[in-house]
């Protein structure tokens, strides 16, 4: 018997190499859509984007899943988002439809909420797209994640603590942050092409939930740092983040508002339909503290 093709997009990111390779081991053949990096563990590449839709009704072709991780997290342009996110979603759903794939798996973010600017109300559409599909499909909205050596996001903080720096945070006592390890999420989008149980339903993920200061205490206390934390006021970052529509500043403009959005509850059943166990924070934020041999 041929073994399932699984179409990844976003194979070449920091989620989406540990995802494919998870999938080789469960007996999957992977085919990558490339943009621009060509992924190692990929059995097939084929190139193409989001944004070409002759190019995803090759690289969907013959495929019994798709595993739609790309996404545009940070732009300066908020066309870009609704271009990537929305309508590149919306392609790939459709050569999906054509070529008779019988499942789909979007992953999508916890900041969904139309209040979080362009980006968020991009990510709702893509899922709404999904949704009315007409597809065997699941959405995982994926929570904060860290432990990949990122630079962004909660990585950032943790690269700061690491290095003794000061960490800077806007909101720090009042917005609440949920963040899972790298190796805890995986699991669960590989969970979401095989469980029939996943089908057309939307799950939640998340981990230990807690403020931002209270985070970054905790990478202060997990390496031992001697950093400090800086708050930042909300008015002035939210005028930093409006000039970064226009200037290369360190704010692009819906960051707050992604931020401050109100964000879903977390999933009771993603547990069990999607074997979700998230360690906790003290236990991901000590694994990283050990020295590596």
Same mark, same amino acid.
């Given at each position: 018997?041929?073994?399932?093709?699984?179409?990844?997009?976003?194979?070449?990111?920091?989620?989406?190499?540990?995802?494919?390779?998870?999938?080789?081991?469960?007996?999957?053949?992977?085919?990558?859509?490339?943009?621009?990096?060509?992924?190692?563990?990929?059995?097939?590449?084929?190139?193409?984007?989001?944004?070409?839709?002759?190019?995803?009704?090759?690289?969907?072709?013959?495929?019994?899943?798709?595993?739609?991780?790309?996404?545009?997290?940070?732009?300066?342009?908020?066309?870009?988002?609704?271009?990537?996110?929305?309508?590149?979603?919306?392609?790939?759903?459709?050569?999906?439809?054509?070529?008779?794939?019988?499942?789909?798996?979007?992953?999508?973010?916890?900041?969904?909420?139309?209040?979080?600017?362009?980006?968020?109300?991009?990510?709702? @559409?893509? *899922?709404? %797209?999904?949704?009315?599909?007409? !597809?065997?499909? =699941?959405? +995982? #909205? $994926?929570?904060?994640?860290? &432990?990949?050596?990122?630079?962004?996001?909660?990585?950032?903080?943790?690269?700061?603590?690491?290095?003794?720096?000061?960490?800077p945070l806007v909101a720090a006592d009042t917005e609440v942050i949920c963040p899972a390890h790298f190796d805890d999420v995986v699991?669960?989008?590989?969970?979401?092409?095989?469980?029939?149980?996943?089908?057309?339903?939307?799950?939640?993920?998340?981990?230990?939930?807690?403020?931002?200061?209270?985070?970054?205490?905790?990478?202060?206390? @997990?390496? *031992?740092? %001697?950093?400090?934390?800086?708050? !930042?006021?909300? =008015?002035? +970052? #939210? $005028?930093?983040?409006?000039? &970064?529509?226009?200037?290369?500043?360190?704010?692009?403009?819906?960051?707050?508002?992604?931020?401050?959005?109100?964000?879903?509850?977390?999933?009771?059943?993603?547990?069990?339909?999607?074997?979700?166990?998230?360690?906790?924070?003290?236990?991901?934020?000590?694994?990283?503290?050990?020295?590596?041999?």
């Open positions: 018997m041929s073994r399932r093709v699984v179409l990844v997009t976003g194979a070449s990111g920091t989620l989406g190499r540990p995802v494919c390779s998870a999938l080789v081991t469960r007996d999957w053949t992977v085919r990558a859509l490339v943009h621009r990096t060509a992924v190692a563990l990929a059995d097939e590449h084929v190139r193409g984007s989001l944004e070409d839709a002759s190019s995803l009704t090759r690289a969907v072709e013959g495929a019994h899943a798709v595993l739609h991780l790309a996404a545009l997290t940070h732009s300066r342009n908020p066309r870009r988002y609704d271009q990537i996110n929305r309508v590149g979603t919306v392609n790939l759903v459709d050569a999906a439809r054509t070529a008779g794939a019988s499942r789909f798996v979007l992953a999508s973010t916890r900041a969904i909420s139309p209040e979080g600017g362009a980006y968020s109300r991009s990510k709702n @559409a893509a *899922e709404t %797209a999904v949704a009315a599909s007409g !597809l065997d499909y =699941t959405i +995982v #909205r $994926l929570p904060e994640m860290y &432990g990949a050596g990122g630079s962004e996001g909660v990585d950032r903080i943790i690269g700061l603590a690491r290095a003794g720096k000061a960490i699991p669960s989008l590989v969970e979401a092409l095989e469980n029939e149980r996943a089908v057309g339903k939307t799950y939640t993920l998340a981990g230990d939930c807690l403020t931002l200061r209270a985070f970054a205490e905790s990478c202060v206390t @997990a390496f *031992e740092s %001697a950093s400090s934390i800086v708050d !930042l006021p909300l =008015t002035a +970052v #939210r $005028l930093v983040a409006a000039l &970064g529509r226009f200037l290369p500043l360190p704010v692009y403009p819906d960051q707050v508002a992604r931020l401050l959005a109100p964000k879903p509850r977390i999933s009771e059943d993603a547990v069990d339909h999607l074997r979700f166990r998230p360690r906790s924070l003290e236990e991901g934020l000590r694994s990283l503290a050990r020295p590596t041999a």
